[in-house]
């Protein structure tokens, strides 16, 4: 009976922290609908709250880190910006009452967060870096118009590949994450107006920053160090070794 009131609680918490998953593409559908922004500002705000908000959620279950359950905070102030700047609408109000579940299932003490890095887990700058680049597309989308498109759009989701690259260990990943996107975001904010402008130096200038750690490369590319013999005497060694080996006791060939 215990062990599935357990198990009962445990579905129950991953349903609720799913919640955050719904409420990105209910709001992402409300502002299609809203039709408050331009087109690619529609575009890059649907991609970083649903990017955000599947790393929090996937992070939150699988894995029960705490910097998952901070990036779901920071999906759920995305989606407070969203209502702030929209109407109300029908869609509006399902994504509220989304929201409302979701920090409900946050603010949980029952919530199963390790409080602690851990023991083999990344580095925190080797997970910063590439979470940045998550909200990316988000912070671009958010910013009034007047920038050029192509320049957002090539900032914007171009971020959240990089990222990937870099977590999955893709070929270049590290590279892309230290030297190429943050390269993509300056070069690309003198065609931004002030505030994404802003945006773009400041989050070029911090990827590269976190980026440049030693911590960073050694997420990517782990040291190895190759193996080391030693002789163990055969009265030492453990029977099955020996039977696997062959050989007696003294480390003679039966």
Do not use: C
């Amino acid at each position: 009976m215990t062990n599935g009131a357990g198990r009962l609680a445990g579905v129950s918490r991953q349903l609720g922290v799913a919640l955050l998953l719904a409420a990105a593409f209910v709001w992402t559908a409300a502002t299609v609908a809203s039709r408050v922004f331009a087109d690619v500002q529609t575009l890059l705000l649907g991609v970083g709250l649903i990017a955000t908000s599947t790393v929090a959620t996937v992070g939150m279950v699988v894995s029960r880190g705490m910097w998952a359950r901070r990036l779901g905070l920071v999906a759920l102030a995305m989606t407070v910006a969203i209502a702030i700047l929209t109407p109300i609408a029908p869609l509006w109000i399902a994504g509220l009452a989304l929201t409302a579940m979701s920090a409900a299932a946050l603010f949980n003490p029952g919530l199963e967060i390790r409080r602690l890095p851990a023991a083999a887990g990344a580095p925190p700058r080797a997970v910063i870096a590439p979470l940045l680049l998550v909200a990316a597309p988000f912070l671009y989308g958010i910013a009034p118009e007047g920038s050029e498109p192509w320049a957002l759009l090539a900032a914007g989701l171009s971020a959240p590949f990089v990222a990937f690259a870099y977590s999955t260990v893709k070929p270049g990943g590290l590279i892309a994450l230290r030297y190429g996107w943050p390269a993509v975001a300056l070069g690309t904010a003198p065609l931004m107006e002030v505030p994404a402008l802003a945006t773009s130096v400041l989050l070029g200038v911090l990827v590269a920053g976190v980026a440049r750690d030693d911590a960073v490369k050694a997420a990517f590319h782990p040291p190895s160090e190759p193996g080391t013999r030693y002789q163990i005497p055969p009265e030492l060694s453990p029977a099955e070794i020996l039977d696997a080996a062959d050989i007696d006791e003294r480390g003679r060939p039966r």
